[in-house]
């Protein structure tokens, strides 16, 4: 038995009854003193305490439940004597509970029902609200579903203030509104609030309608379908987040700021709505963050009333209508910036208030982006420069710097006058140079992605010329030396097997550029692979001008026993003193075992240095020979590379 809410009209509940008291119950030995809105418990024997109190059910105070009975005065009083107690928690549980006037709530209470499928409020009255929180502070309501008529001018939950300045705590949770005659959900000024779930369903007027300032609001994976006003009606609203929110099939517009300032959309939708998808009119500093709109039948997103420092990037415009007059538009006197965002209408935006940010490109323009940072000058004689300034010194210029007739590029250290990089137009390719003066040696295609239309037969009178060829990065110094830059300069790309007796084969083959045959040149080669082997011997030779030309380092007859796909690899070095005489080093690793990783490395250095040709081919070789026929060696992959 469970009787008495303290500070309350006397009640008592036994199962499957209820009766109101004054009641005279048995003999209780009570163990703990109460407070307000403690509960008074006793077990069989009459053992009783007062308890903190969990809930009040509405069915203690007369609530039916069946969707005939008008529940109104009874649901009321529950929620007045718990307000008389302090505030706590109204419980509905699973029914239909029918209403002929507004609920008031007071501040400091929870309405939970049992599921918003199953707990429901039923306003019958055209002209009555759902629930109505005057100043409230503490506001919970969870897992209900509040039904109206499907007509008037009521509203489903509707928080006003009469003598606070805030609806403050306010936390709206699982929750379905839907068919009122008004607004679903309406709340002036909230702030350290949150709406998490909160559905809103074919009202007449707004889903939420959210007005009158207001900070530090959440709306968490909220939905508004078939609303006939706006989706999301935001006024003044200030930092505040929708995160994940939908709007469906709406009336008005999908999601309208007004005059809202750091207001985030991140992750929301808006599909088949009437009017714009999202709207932001005035204020400053909102975005709209990785937002989707499907089916447009209007303005994908509309930036309006002097809108600044807005942001939008990620914006997907998916499906438009025939009825959709702009995915993107931006008015005059706003300040926009967009990022990445992918859309099917044609843009419109204000030429002198939108800043693009798209791919690799940075724009402020109209149409659609076409054009960007215009910097125009009339003649070649004239300067036209893009600044970059420190503390409004200027550091660096961007532009035709100098006066010297041509329509070539400068980058400028504008503090000690020099120019960085100089960007020459050329019919065969573009030249660059680094450093202050043009100095090209006679090439056309230097410091560019693509080879050298003409190599450089010049030296140049200072510093270094660099350019491509045969994919190769090259330089050329004053005292005419031409060396190619260090790096990977070819990869093994095919398979390439040896499976025939007594016959050097090559395996790995790359021709050093004549012009590189110079002293402190070093290449060195990588190749790895498998070998299958019966009862033979395998030798690796590292040659200079083919398998026919000179031999650089070798080593002959390696025994081995039975092998399946075995692994291997070798690498060879090989370091030129002059251009006439090289060193080499070859070394080879093979698996010594069928059911273990061991292996054996075999090392050839010869002590002398090997005197080379390197006028006539310049092919450096790794070849390999069987002894015996039905053996096979596989390079699988590789590289060469010029270390020094």
Not at 287 to 314: D, E, H, Q, V
Not at 327 to 349: H, K
Not at 436 to 447: A, D, E, L, Y
Not at 629 to 635: G, M, R, Y
Request: net charge negative.
């Amino acid at each position: 038995m469970t009787a008495n809410v303290y500070g309350m009209t006397d009640k008592v509940s036994l199962t499957g009854d209820t009766m109101t008291g004054p009641l005279s119950l048995p003999a209780l030995t009570l163990t703990t003193s109460p407070t307000a809105g403690d509960v008074l418990t006793s077990d069989a024997m009459g053992n009783a305490s007062w308890q903190a109190n969990q809930a009040v059910n509405v069915t203690v105070y007369g609530a039916k439940g069946d969707g005939t009975t008008d529940d109104t005065v009874a649901i009321q009083n529950a929620i007045e004597a718990l307000h008389t107690a302090g505030g706590g928690t109204i419980y509905f549980p699973s029914g239909t509970y029918k209403l002929s006037s507004a609920l008031t709530v007071h501040t400091n209470t929870l309405l939970r029902g049992a599921g918003s499928a199953v707990s429901i409020l039923k306003q019958t009255n055209t002209t009555a609200n759902g629930l109505n929180c005057q100043d409230s502070v503490a506001v919970t309501v969870t897992d209900l579903q509040i039904t109206g008529p499907g007509s008037g001018s009521g509203i489903g939950l509707s928080f006003t203030l009469s003598t606070r300045t805030n609806c403050y705590q306010i936390d709206l949770t699982d929750i379905l509104v839907q068919s009122f005659g008004s607004h679903g959900i309406a709340m002036t000024t909230p702030i350290i609030s949150r709406l998490t779930r909160v559905v809103t369903v074919t009202n007449g007027g707004d889903g939420f309608h959210l007005t009158g300032g207001g900070t530090s609001l959440t709306l968490a994976s909220c939905y508004s379908n078939g609303d006939q006003g706006t989706g999301y009606n935001l006024n003044q609203l200030n930092y505040s987040t929708l995160n994940g929110c939908a709007a469906d099939s709406f009336g008005g517009t999908g999601y309208l700021l007004t005059t809202c300032n750091n207001v985030s959309l991140t992750s929301c939708g808006a599909e088949a709505g009437t009017g714009n998808c999202f709207t932001m009119s005035g204020g400053r500093a909102n975005s709209l963050i990785s937002c989707y709109t499907r089916s447009n039948n209007a303005i994908g997103a509309y930036f309006t009333g002097s809108t600044l420092s807005a942001f939008t990037t990620g914006f997907w415009e998916n499906s438009p209508t025939t009825s959709a007059t702009a995915s993107i538009q931006v008015d005059s006197g706003c300040r926009v910036l967009l990022g990445e965002n992918e859309t099917t209408t044609a843009t419109n935006l204000d030429a002198n208030g939108t800043t693009q940010i798209n791919g690799n490109s940075i724009y402020c323009s109209g149409n659609n982006g076409t054009s960007s940072f215009q910097v125009n000058r009339g003649a070649t004689t004239n300067f036209a420069t893009y600044q970059l300034l420190t503390g409004g010194v200027e550091q660096w210029v961007v532009g035709g710097m100098l006066n010297d007739s041509t329509n070539d590029m400068h980058v400028q250290d504008a503090i000690n006058g020099k120019n960085a990089l100089i960007f020459e137009q050329h019919p065969g390719a573009s030249n660059v140079q680094i450093g202050n003066t043009k100095s090209f040696g006679g090439g056309i295609g230097v410091v560019g992605l693509t080879n050298a239309a003409t190599v450089p037969s010049t030296n140049p009178t200072g510093g270094l010329v660099a350019y491509s060829a045969g994919g190769q990065q090259t330089n050329r110094n004053p005292q005419g030396l031409v060396q190619t830059v260090s790096g990977v300069v070819q990869s093994q790309t095919a398979t390439v097997t040896n499976a025939v007796a007594t016959t050097v084969t090559p395996m790995t083959s790359f021709t050093v550029p004549a012009n590189d045959v110079a002293v402190g040149a070093v290449y060195r080669i990588e190749g790895y692979g498998v070998f299958t082997s019966t009862s033979s011997t395998l030798a690796f030779s590292l040659y200079w001008g083919g398998t026919g030309g000179t031999l650089l380092a070798s080593i002959p007859a390696i025994t081995l026993g039975a092998f399946t796909n075995a692994p291997f690899s070798y690498e060879a070095t090989v370091t030129c003193r002059s251009a006439t005489s090289v060193v080499a080093k070859l070394r080879v690793t093979l698996a010594s075992s069928t059911t273990t990783d061991a292996s054996n490395t075999f090392l050839n250095v010869p002590p002398t240095p090997t005197t080379i040709t390197s006028t006539g081919s310049n092919a450096l070789v790794v070849a390999t020979a069987w002894s015996a026929a039905s053996q096979s060696i596989s390079l699988l992959g590789g590289t060469v590379s010029r270390v020094a």
